[in-house]
């Protein structure tokens, strides 16, 4: 008889995630500081994929955990699509929404369509806290926007992490430019205060890389219990250098990247020394002549083709290669 999921998530139910995260702070930015990524992307619907958005929106969900009494807000820095950050397309003429939800059916772990992954169309579950539609007011150039206040209660509670689960999603609705931005998770409303043991993950990662040589871009997918084998997935990298998985027992695989308008896929085993611990798929740029405004789309599933999350601040932070640690793989599951 088949292994089947439902069985695998009995045998296999998962750490307790959230007890692994750093206490520090580092993961009020998103994208983090460790992943050193200068935006985030969403484009206008009616843009075109080849210019590196394959769906025209973007969820992140927010955690915050459950000792957290205070009312807390998401400010989102540089909302507005028309100004120096922003990939324009003619003339400026996108419109951008933004929305915070929160209580059931925002919690990815019990509704899976609230995760918005494969192009899906309900992604808009839970109750509407609070949205705003920006276009290309200058006021809002360079500038904060903030969303609150938000009391953790209202979120959709996670036992396993024992925390409060919110969503936001970026939305373009209109027009097809680009709108460039970042959030951060504050406990005030004019100031980046963080709020400690916050965090942010998504499932389909969509942002802008470096216009330059030097400077590495990272992203940390987590590798739960069972995990065999993962799968990853980028979209219109348009062969603009490499992305390479380092982990405490990977030195340095390299994974295929994608070309103009198009996926592609690697498998990478899992070893039972990474269970646990976060994945660094590094991105460097591609040297000669230089690609500029590349946005990419980076996605990642395990052997049962179910979307794992990256998280903005790495789960037991960032891995480093040790040389000491044996190879381990883990044993194929038994068949029934």
């Known amino acids: 008889m088949k292994f089947h999921r439902s069985i695998y998530r009995i045998l296999f139910p998962g750490l307790l995630i959230w007890l692994l995260m750093p206490s520090g702070l580092k993961g009020q930015a ?7 990524i200068p935006f985030l992307v969403t484009f206008g619907k009616e843009g ?26 998401i400010r989102v820095f540089d909302p507005d699509c028309g100004g120096e950050n922003d990939e324009i397309q003619g003339d400026f003429n996108t419109r951008s929404m933004f929305s915070v939800y929160g209580g059931k059916g925002v919690n990815p772990e019990k509704y899976e369509q609230s995760k918005g ?64 931005y970042r959030y951060f998770l504050s406990r005030d ?11 942010a993950f998504t499932y389909e990662y969509t942002f802008r890389m470096w216009n330059n040589f030097k400077s590495k871009a990272h992203i940390y997918p987590y590798v739960d219990t069972g995990v065999v084998y993962i799968k990853q997935g980028n979209f219109d990298w348009d062969n603009d250098g490499s992305l390479v998985v380092v982990s405490k027992y990977k030195q340095g695989i390299n994974a295929n990247i994608s070309g103009e308008e198009d996926w592609s896929f690697s498998k990478i085993p899992i070893e039972q020394s990474e269970i646990g611990s ?27 083709e179910e979307a794992l999350p990256f998280f903005s601040s790495p789960i037991g932070g960032v891995p480093v290669y040790q040389s000491s640690i044996k190879k381990q793989k883990i044993p194929p599951q038994k068949k029934q």
Do not use: H, M
């Open 189 to 199: 409303p004019n100031n980046n205060i963080p709020i400690e043991g916050a965090n």
């Open 117 to 180: 992954i494969k192009n899906s169309t309900n992604y808009k579950t839970g109750n509407l806290l609070a949205s705003q539609v920006f276009g290309s007011e200058a006021r809002y150039d360079n500038k904060y926007y903030t969303f609150g206040p938000f009391n953790p209660s209202e979120g959709d509670f996670n036992e396993r992490w024992d925390s409060f689960i919110f969503k936001i999603i970026c939305e373009g609705i209109i027009g097809d430019d680009g709108n460039l």
């Open 30 to 36: 998103v994208p983090g500081r460790d992943e050193n």
């Open 278 to 304: 976060s994945l660094d798929f590094q991105i460097s740029k591609r040297q000669g002549d230089l690609v500029k405004n590349n946005n990419v789309v980076v996605t990642i599933e395990n052997q049962f």
């Open 48 to 73: 075109k994929t080849s210019w590196g958005d394959d769906d025209f929106y973007q969820i992140f969900f927010i955690t915050i955990k459950k000792d957290v009494r205070e009312p807390f807000y």
